[in-house]
């Protein structure tokens, strides 16, 4: 009797903790195994068996140069669920961290989700827009890391009592040693809400509410709590300005994907602008005025989605804890919990309808197994690579040229690479200057090109997308 009472008094709830689940797992259909993932799962198991990196031991031109090995946790992490649940490990880091993260956000609005079912529905399904981040990579870690900040800052401004604020420097000291490129974000957002509890005042439609000094000494101080606590990492306040030189590395955010902005020209990045349409039209139409703290946080994601697409899942999960207090409150009626349970039931089909996807998806590799054991058998000593081979060259023990970690590269030999690669410059001189002895090409490179017309090299290995060279030794060589 307590069970079907329970059922009946938080039926609506229920029904969306179905939606989450089911959402959940159908969006685990599009987890890939992406290149970098190689690099940090060998990362991983070198700290699990040897102790931390700080120097490179993957690249043969790098070897042994400082790298900042701000994923260190992460890397640790997956590699110990894949001693212990072998090839489904992904799978089930990928489908934890969206959970945990659709969780953070129901229970931290669960009480605004039943004000306007229509519109939440719309907006979970919305979240479909991290579908492009479903990758065994530690940003999944990051946005459960934003979303408990973002809660925290929140629940102390509807609350000067509240003690949820004082859990930030521990996310931060977590979210520094998982994820250091980002934990900055932890001790900034504290800055911005005390930004936005300076002022009172109403212009337009914004409205400025001054908080108590009670509040504002809470975010004052664990805002220099955090930036404390990013420095407790094995790098110490190094990563303090790590994500900072990041961000002003042009050679970097220019050639790297997910460093590049949100365009109209791209057909799929469109999602992003539909998004961000919706939120301006819940703002205008709302009756409401728009706390400057909100309009604050709005401009700080909208800004960064536009200037990296790698910030798109940061804009959702931050405005997800603005949004529904804009959205009118309209009446629920007996097809609700019915309404939700069929879309959740949509979801659940579509995920058992296509589940091979997943299999599929994660075996898939930029390179096969007998180019790799090609190269092995070569016994390369200055390979150059592709940027996208290098992580999975490291994860078989082939020493690289170049791989995902452009931090490590940029400054070094990045740029090198890219002249090389399309053929920019003197790269007759960047041949010269590495003195590379093969090549493992992208077919569709114009360096695949220049190769294959010229006496000085060989093709030990071709297929449709990959060509290996090899340099002729001249009579100096001998």
């Not at 309209?330 to 996807?357: A, E, H, P, W, Y």
Request: glycine fraction near 4%.
């Amino acid at each position: 009797m307590k069970i079907k009472k329970f059922i009946k008094k938080n039926h609506l709830l229920l029904a969306f903790l179905l939606l989450i689940c089911s959402l959940t797992l159908f969006m685990m259909l599009f987890l890939i195994r992406e290149s970098d993932y190689f690099w940090h799962i060998k990362v991983g198991e070198y700290i699990f068996k040897k102790g931390i990196l700080k120097k490179d031991i993957f690249s043969w031109y790098m070897r042994n140069k400082y790298w900042m090995s701000h994923e260190w946790l992460f890397e640790y992490f997956l590699y110990s669920l894949k001693h212990l649940f072998g090839n489904m490990h992904m799978l089930i880091y990928a489908f934890s961290c969206l959970l945990v993260l659709f969780l953070i956000l129901f229970f931290s609005n669960k009480d605004k989700l039943t004000k306007n079912i229509p519109f939440s529905l719309l907006w979970i399904t919305l979240s479909l827009i991290l579908i492009i981040f479903i990758q065994a990579r530690p940003h999944l870690l990051s946005f459960n890391f934003l979303a408990l900040t973002i809660w925290f800052l929140y629940d102390l401004y509807q609350n000067e009592n509240s003690k949820k604020i004082y859990l930030l420097p521990l996310v931060t000291i977590l979210w520094a040693n998982c994820h250091g490129g980002s934990s900055n974000l932890s001790y900034l957002f504290c800055l911005i809400f005390l930004i936005g509890g300076l002022f009172s005042f109403e212009f337009g439609k914004i409205r400025a509410k001054k908080m108590s000094k009670k509040q504002l000494h809470k975010y004052l101080l664990v805002m220099f709590m955090c930036m404390g606590c990013v420095c407790l990492n094995i790098h110490g306040i190094k990563m303090f300005l790590y994500p900072y030189q990041n961000m002003l590395d042009t050679v970097m955010v220019q050639n790297i994907s997910e460093w590049k902005p949100t365009t109209l020209s791209e057909a799929s990045h469109y999602p992003y602008f539909i998004l961000l349409i919706i939120i301006v039209i819940i703002l205008l139409v709302s009756k409401k005025k728009i706390e400057l703290i909100d309009f604050l946080l709005l401009g700080i994601v909208v800004f960064l989605g536009l200037k990296s697409i790698r910030f798109w899942g940061y804009t959702y999960i931050v405005l997800s804890f603005v949004i529904f207090n804009y959205v009118e409150k309209r009446k629920i009626d007996n097809l609700s919990t019915l309404v939700i349970i069929v879309v959740s039931c949509m979801f659940l089909g579509m995920f058992i309808g296509n589940k091979q996807m997943i299999k599929t998806n994660i075996n898939k590799k930029y390179l096969n197994d007998k180019i790799i054991n090609i190269v092995k058998n070569q016994k390369p000593q200055r390979l150059y690579n592709m940027y996208n081979y290098g992580g999975e060259l490291i994860y078989n023990n082939i020493d690289v040229f170049i791989d995902g970690r452009a931090d490590l590269y940029s400054g070094n030999n990045y740029e090198d690479y890219l002249n090389l690669s399309y053929l920019k410059g003197d790269f007759v001189k960047i041949m010269d200057k590495y003195n590379f002895d093969y090549y493992l090409i992208d077919n569709t490179y114009p360096i695949y090109t220049y190769l294959k017309y010229n006496q000085d090299f060989d093709i030990v290995y071709k297929s449709k997308k990959v060509t290996l060279f090899k340099k002729r030794q001249s009579e100096s060589d001998v």
